[in-house]
């Protein structure tokens, strides 16, 4: 891994922690929700205060997550909105924090120019006994206030300028007034400069959970599914009648199709779809190379060509689908018969605009591996485990082309591979025709 530490591939956008006083206000909050505090002069944290360093110092990761629900974050900074979030359990945590701090930006970076806002991501459910309790989530709260209470007192502080107001007797009431006096000196003057934090109420939907082995529920959609990436029968009974695993290709692509969720990406508005497979066939081909042994240390694509003419009926078939695929994007050739059993089937498909795009293309990148950009753009726990076993001709491969290729431009390569940006409402069903009735490459089975 210190290879994708040493390109930014890895705890890569963190914070920088390193000022007595920003250490001082963490190590306030730190205590104020764990009864923990670090003796390190310096560290990192993402989004939601986390420490690689500190998780080490005290031996436990989840020192900011425990049981793996209820996650509490620690805000010094609003620049933490565009930290990562590490160890994430619900694919939902960053887009709340961020959400919320982008929502209170003004009032957090106030607040945090004095004090560490600490907090949590609160729902009703403290402990996951079973697969059930998941759905048992549906809102979460965002609690939130600095180690001082400065939210809480200038809240209580407004009430009683309320009553100081509209009492007859107000201005007499001297305990009313000494109240008022002791809370001003800690908030400052709440009529001019209100404290207050909005956006604090998000649903949580369509989600995924690393939790029993990992999970995608599917609740808020027409026909509503969880696919898992375990054992069909490990997770007991489920308040959703359809339950997939990930070798049920036939019935996940049927569920994708009938949602709506996912789109071929030669016909992808406005993405150079023989571009994206053409890469996808290097990345089948690196793996290839890999296995049998070959030198990838500089290869280029002109390599990779001489590579798969090598192979000949050797190429795996993955590699063969994307092939055929090409030659009809080219205009060289036949719609090809890709039905979703093939390998190469959902390295063709990527998710259509909406709420749901993040997480359809995370597990279009679980059911497509081999495509190691998208795997690590989307589904980076996953990415990480499988790097630790892959041949050190590929981690080398693979580092280099995401330093060279990725990090220059992320937010152009996410367009370019996957649209715009997610809309807050739901994307309009695409116009039916020929392909949207029948699937992509032809009728899919139907499911269960």
Not at 129 to 135: K, M, N
Not at 259 to 269: D, Q
Request: charged share 25%.
């Amino acid at each position: 891994m210190k290879r994708l530490i040493e390109k930014g591939l890895m705890f890569g956008n963190l914070i920088h922690v390193s000022s007595p006083a920003l250490v001082d206000r963490y190590n306030r909050a730190l205590d104020h929700l764990t009864g923990k505090t670090t003796g390190l002069s310096d560290f990192h944290i993402d989004i939601s205060g986390y420490s690689p360093e500190v998780g080490d110092e005290l031996d436990d990761h989840l020192y900011l997550n425990p049981n793996g629900v209820n996650r509490q974050f620690i805000l010094l900074t609003t620049e933490q909105k565009t930290a990562p979030l590490l160890g994430a359990k619900f694919s939902t945590s960053r887009g709340i924090l961020r959400d919320f701090i982008e929502a209170n930006e003004p009032q957090l970076f106030a607040l945090t120019a004095h004090d560490a806002v600490a907090g949590e991501l609160a729902n009703s459910v403290y402990e996951l006994s079973s697969p059930a309790r998941l759905f048992d989530i549906r809102r979460i709260v965002v609690e939130a206030d600095t180690t001082r209470a400065h939210v809480k007192n200038a809240e209580e502080l407004a009430g009683l300028i309320t009553r100081f107001r509209d009492e007859e007797d107000g201005w007499w009431d001297d305990v009313l007034i000494a109240e008022m006096i002791g809370l001003a000196r800690e908030t400052g003057d709440v009529t001019r400069n209100p404290v207050a934090l909005t956006g604090t109420v998000a649903e949580q939907g369509n989600f995924w959970t690393e939790h029993f082995g990992g999970l995608y529920v599917f609740r808020d959609v027409e026909h509503p599914a969880a696919i898992t990436t375990g054992a069909r029968a490990d997770l007991g009974d489920l308040p959703l009648r359809y339950v997939f695993e990930l070798k049920d290709r036939d019935y996940i692509a049927r569920f994708l199709e009938l949602n709506h969720l996912a789109e071929p990406i030669v016909r992808a508005k406005g993405a150079d779809g023989a571009a994206i497979l053409r890469q996808k066939m290097d990345f089948i081909l690196v793996e290839a190379g890999a296995t049998l042994g070959h030198d990838l240390g500089h290869v280029t694509r002109r390599d990779l060509r001489q590579l798969a003419q090598r192979l000949g009926d050797a190429l795996p078939d993955a590699f063969k689908g994307l092939a055929e695929m090409l030659r009809w994007a080219e205009g060289g050739g036949g719609w090809p018969h890709i039905n979703s059993r093939h390998p190469a089937y959902f390295y063709t498909l990527r998710a259509t605009a909406g709420p749901n795009r993040d997480l359809v293309n995370q597990l279009l990148a679980e059911l497509a591996p081999l495509d190691v950009r998208q795997l690590f753009i989307c589904h980076k726990a996953l990415f990480y485990r499988l790097y630790a076993t892959w041949p050190e001709a590929k981690k080398a491969f693979v580092a280099d082309f995401l330093e060279r290729e990725y990090q220059v431009d992320k937010a152009g390569a996410r367009k370019a591979l996957f649209g715009s940006e997610p809309a807050m409402g739901d994307a309009p069903p695409p116009d039916e025709d020929l392909i949207d009735l029948v699937g992509p490459w032809g009728a899919v089975r139907k499911g269960r």
